[in-house]
C-alpha cells in the first residue's frame, strides 16, 4: 500500500507551496500585524519542523540506495534545525540572533544533497533535471534567507523566501519516476511509467 | 501644533490606502493559487486521474496534484488569510 516515490514528492510539493503561501502573507502583511495572533508567529516553523520529521519516514521506505538515504536523511535534519530555531526565536527560548542562520544552512545543505546525490546529468530524464534544478535553486536561493537573518524585518528577503518555496513545489509536482524533460530522455533510463 | 493636526488625517489615509492595498493582495493569494490549480487541471486533465478512475489504485486517485493546489488556496484564504485582512483592516 506504499505510494510511488513521486506521489510523496507532489505531497511535500504541497507542504512548500503552504509554507511558500505563509512567508508570503507575512511578508505582504508585515511582521506586526503577522505576530498579532501567536498562533500564526508559530505557523511555518512549525510547518517546516513537521515537514522535517515527515521526512524520516520518507528516508526510511523510499530511498533505494546509500547515497539517497543520505540525502533524504540530510534534508530531515536540516529541516527539523530550521523549524526548530525558528520556532526557538520566535517563542523568545532562543536569543543568539545567530540561529537565524539556522534556514540559510538548511538550504545549503538541502542544495548540495540534491546536487551530490544526482549522479546523472541535466538531460539524462526529468527527475535528474529537476535534482540539478533544485540543487542550484536552494543554493542561490539560500540568499534570501541569509539576507533574512542579516535583516530580520526586510519584507523583500522574506517574499524571497517565499518565492522560494514556491519554486521548489513547482519543480516537485513537475517530478515523474521515469520521464523526458523537453524531449530529451537518455536511453539507458528506461521506460517511461506513463 | 498646527503642522501635526494637519499632516496627521494624511498620514493615516496613506496607511490605510496601503493596508487596503494589502488586504486585497492578501485576498487574492489564496484564490490565486487556487485558479492555478484549476488551469493546470484544465491543460493537463490527465493529471487529475478522478476524472479517468477506472483501473486506478488508491494513490492514483487519492494524490491529484492539481487538486491539492486548489485545497490548498482554499484553505490558506479561509484559515490564514481571512483572519490576518481583519487585524489589518483593524489596523
Known amino acids: 500500500m506504499q505510494p510511488p516515490a513521486e506521489f510523496v514528492h507532489w505531497m511535500f510539493a504541497t507542504g512548500f507551496l503552504l509554507l511558500g503561501l505563509f512567508l508570503l502573507a507575512e511578508a505582504i502583511a508585515g511582521e506586526e500585524v503577522w505576530r498579532r495572533r501567536k498562533w500564526r508567529t508559530y505557523l511555518w516553523p512549525s510547518f517546516l519542523f513537521l515537514m522535517g520529521v515527515l521526512m524520516w519516514p520518507v528516508m526510511t521506505f523510499f530511498t533505494n540506495s546509500t547515497i539517497h538515504m543520505v540525502a533524504h536523511g540530510a534534508w530531515a535534519q536540516v529541516m527539523m534545525l530550521a523549524g526548530a530555531a525558528e520556532l526557538g526565536l520566535v517563542k523568545g527560548k532562543l536569543h543568539s540572533p545567530l540561529w537565524r542562520f539556522a534556514t540559510p544552512l538548511a538550504f545549503i545543505v538541502s542544495g548540495l544533497a540534491f546536487l551530490l546525490h544526482e549522479q546523472n546529468e541535466w538531460l539524462f530524464q526529468r527527475s535528474s533535471f529537476l535534482h540539478h534544478l533544485l540543487g542550484w535553486t536552494l543554493i542561490v536561493g539560500a540568499v534570501f534567507p541569509f539576507a533574512r537573518a542579516l535583516r530580520p524585518r526586510w519584507a523583500f528577503a522574506n517574499a524571497g523566501l517565499a518565492f522560494v518555496f514556491v519554486f521548489v513545489a513547482v519543480a516537485l509536482y513537475s517530478d515523474r519516476d521515469l520521464a523526458p524533460v523537453f524531449g530529451h530522455l537518455s536511453s539507458l533510463a528506461g521506460q517511461p511509467h506513463r | ?91
Open chain 2, 1 to 91: 501644533m498646527s503642522t501635526h493636526t494637519a499632516t496627521q488625517p494624511a498620514g493615516s489615509r496613506t496607511r490605510a490606502e496601503i493596508n487596503s492595498w494589502r488586504a486585497r493582495l492578501l485576498a487574492s493569494l489564496g484564490p490565486l493559487t487556487a485558479l492555478g490549480g484549476v488551469l493546470w487541471a484544465i491543460v493537463q486533465p490527465y493529471r487529475v486521474t478522478l476524472l479517468h478512475p477506472d483501473g486506478q489504485g488508491f494513490w492514483w486517485l487519492f494524490v491529484e496534484p492539481p487538486l491539492f493546489i486548489v485545497l490548498a488556496g482554499a484553505l490558506f484564504h479561509l484559515l490564514v488569510a481571512r483572519v490576518l485582512i481583519e487585524d489589518l483592516t483593524e489596523d
